[in-house]
């Protein structure tokens, strides 16, 4: 064996046994917590072991082979722990060594991959990674900003965050609902701010004042218009028919007003509204065209007289519909529902407060006599007024 190759075979049992190399800085991770590790990160400490290791091994062939492998073990020995001692550059300080980094910039403190990139878990499901995440417990489905939190931008100052106002531009004082809309307590589709008729009953159409809807603009809502295409300046009569120049209207109720006043007379006496909580009664002479909501014009003058003594007592009612079984109970279900809340329109137009009033269709469920007979199913087809309390 020549010199140049014991001294090769020395060196490299040197770096092998010093145990100072950091090749991928496994052995320095491993023997970290040993205090012998310690003593091993000395430069001088591993030119000492290297030294003796390699002259102890040199010394089995002769001096020479002693003498050179203790300086080469020596000087590979510093230099293995010299290497070792300098930690590896880390711009942005994340653990991962610049030289395998992929994301050198990472901010501090940030949870990283191997490769120095940030984790992309997302605990929240907030569409933010937690590593970017300041709020990292956002409600699931809530909208969030760059940082993972709840806008709490409100531009209209409304009290509703902009992340679920459905009416960012809410005019300022007007009272809203939780999705930042205002108030429409009738549901009609007009805020209250600007409903000139709040309880208007559901499923009747409105103008933008919120008001049963006039299409023909006679004074007569759609839903008590019997002539809905009267000419615009026509004198109508209540049911929204013109009246002709000798004061009958287009109906041909020639009598009209001695008709009336006599029809007024009888409902009067037919209809009195109860005095005592819980009572009702069915509202005779309030009929409708067979299968719809629209109210006969001879039913004006019971409606007339019922209004005046609600309007004189404050009592508290419900407007209820019934109809026979004949047909589909839901369709007529729907049908007395309709029926109840255009009567209470009506009622509502002379002047009864609608706070005092409610309208409940029943269909064919509370029946007053047998259907079996064209007699019963008459009457079963009727709209009834029950006292529910007064003011």
Same mark, same amino acid.
């Not at 933010?128 to 709490?152: F, H, L, N, R």
């Not at 007007?174 to 809309?181: D, E, K, Q």
């Not at 159409?205 to 809807?213: E, H, L, Y």
């Not at 929204?240 to 009067?268: E, H, K, L, P, Y």
């Given at each position: 064996? #020549?010199?140049?190759?014991?001294?090769?075979?020395?060196?490299?049992?040197?770096?092998?046994?010093?145990?100072?190399?950091?090749?991928?800085?496994?052995?320095?991770?491993?023997?970290?917590?040993?205090?012998?590790?310690?003593?091993?990160?000395?430069?001088?400490?591993?030119?000492?072991?290297?030294?003796?290791?390699?002259? =102890? *091994?040199?010394?089995?062939? #002769?001096?020479?082979?002693?003498? /050179?492998?203790?300086?080469?073990? =020596?000087?590979?020995?510093?230099?293995?722990?010299?290497?070792?001692?300098?930690?590896?550059?880390? !711009?942005?300080?994340?653990? &991962?060594?610049?030289? &395998?980094?992929?994301?050198?910039?990472?901010?501090?403190?940030?949870?990283?991959?191997? #490769?120095?990139?940030?984790?992309?878990?997302?605990?929240?499901?907030?569409?933010?990674?937690?590593?970017?995440?300041? @709020?990292?417990?956002?409600?699931?489905?809530?909208?969030?900003?760059? %940082?993972?939190?709840?806008?709490?931008?409100?531009?209209?100052?409304?009290?509703?965050?902009?992340? $679920?106002?459905?009416?960012?531009?809410?005019?300022?004082?007007?009272? *809203?609902?939780?999705?930042?809309?205002?108030?429409? %307590?009738?549901?009609?589709?007009?805020?209250?701010?600007?409903?000139?008729?709040?309880?208007?009953? !559901?499923?009747?159409?409105?103008?933008?004042? =919120? @008001?049963?809807?006039?299409?023909? =603009?006679?004074? *007569?809502?759609?839903?008590?218009?019997? @002539?809905?295409?009267?000419?615009?300046? %026509? $004198?109508?009569?209540?049911?929204?028919?013109?009246?002709?120049?000798?004061?009958?209207?287009?109906?041909?109720?020639?009598?009209?007003?001695?008709?009336?006043?006599?029809?007024?007379?009888?409902?009067?006496?037919?209809?009195?509204?109860?005095?005592?909580?819980?009572?009702? &009664?069915?509202? $005779?002479?309030?009929?409708?065209?067979?299968?719809?909501?629209? /109210?006969?014009?001879?039913?004006?003058?019971?409606?007339?007289? /019922?209004?005046? +003594?609600?309007? +004189?007592?404050?009592?508290?009612?419900?407007?209820?519909?019934?109809?026979?079984?004949?047909?589909?109970?839901?369709?007529?279900?729907?049908?007395? +529902?309709?029926?109840?809340?255009?009567?209470?329109?009506?009622?509502?137009?002379?002047?009864?407060?609608?706070?005092?009033?409610?309208?409940?269709?029943?269909?064919?469920?509370?029946?007053?006599?047998? #259907?079996?007979?064209?007699?019963?199913?008459?009457?079963?087809?009727? *709209?009834?007024?029950?006292?529910?309390?007064?003011?």
């Amino acid at each position: 064996m #020549n010199s140049f190759q014991r001294v090769a075979l020395l060196g490299v049992t040197a770096l092998l046994a010093t145990g100072c190399s950091h090749m991928g800085g496994s052995v320095r991770d491993t023997v970290a917590s040993s205090s012998l590790s310690e003593s091993f990160k000395d430069p001088k400490i591993c030119a000492a072991a290297g030294a003796l290791l390699a002259g =102890g *091994v040199g010394a089995v062939e #002769n001096r020479e082979a002693a003498a /050179i492998g203790a300086v080469a073990g =020596g000087l590979l020995g510093w230099w293995a722990c010299r290497e070792q001692d300098t930690a590896a550059p880390d !711009a942005d300080g994340d653990g &991962i060594p610049d030289k &395998i980094d992929a994301c050198p910039g990472t901010p501090g403190n940030t949870k990283v991959q191997g #490769n120095g990139c940030p984790v992309d878990a997302d605990s929240d499901m907030d569409g933010v990674a937690d590593s970017a995440d300041k @709020c990292s417990a956002t409600p699931k489905g809530a909208a969030v900003d760059a %940082t993972g939190c709840e806008p709490t931008t409100d531009t209209d100052g409304d009290g509703v965050t902009d992340a $679920k106002d459905m009416c960012p531009n809410t005019a300022s004082g007007a009272t *809203v609902m939780s999705n930042g809309c205002e108030l429409d %307590t009738d549901s009609d589709g007009v805020p209250d701010s600007r409903d000139r008729c709040a309880g208007t009953p !559901a499923g009747v159409a409105v103008g933008a004042d =919120g @008001c049963a809807a006039d299409s023909d =603009g006679d004074g *007569v809502s759609d839903v008590l218009d019997r @002539c809905s295409g009267t000419p615009a300046g %026509t $004198k109508v009569d209540n049911s929204g028919c013109a009246v002709t120049t000798s004061g009958a209207s287009n109906s041909g109720a020639a009598a009209a007003t001695g008709a009336a006043a006599a029809s007024a007379g009888a409902a009067s006496s037919l209809n009195a509204v109860p005095a005592e909580s819980g009572k009702s &009664i069915v509202l $005779k002479g309030v009929t409708f065209q067979s299968g719809s909501a629209r /109210i006969s014009r001879d039913s004006l003058p019971a409606l007339d007289d /019922i209004a005046e +003594q609600l309007k +004189q007592s404050g009592a508290k009612v419900e407007v209820s519909g019934h109809t026979d079984t004949t047909g589909s109970a839901t369709v007529n279900r729907a049908l007395s +529902q309709r029926r109840a809340e255009v009567v209470m329109t009506y009622l509502a137009s002379k002047g009864v407060a609608v706070e005092n009033m409610t309208a409940k269709g029943y269909g064919p469920d509370a029946p007053v006599a047998d #259907n079996a007979s064209a007699s019963g199913r008459a009457k079963n087809r009727r *709209v009834e007024l029950k006292v529910l309390g007064r003011d």
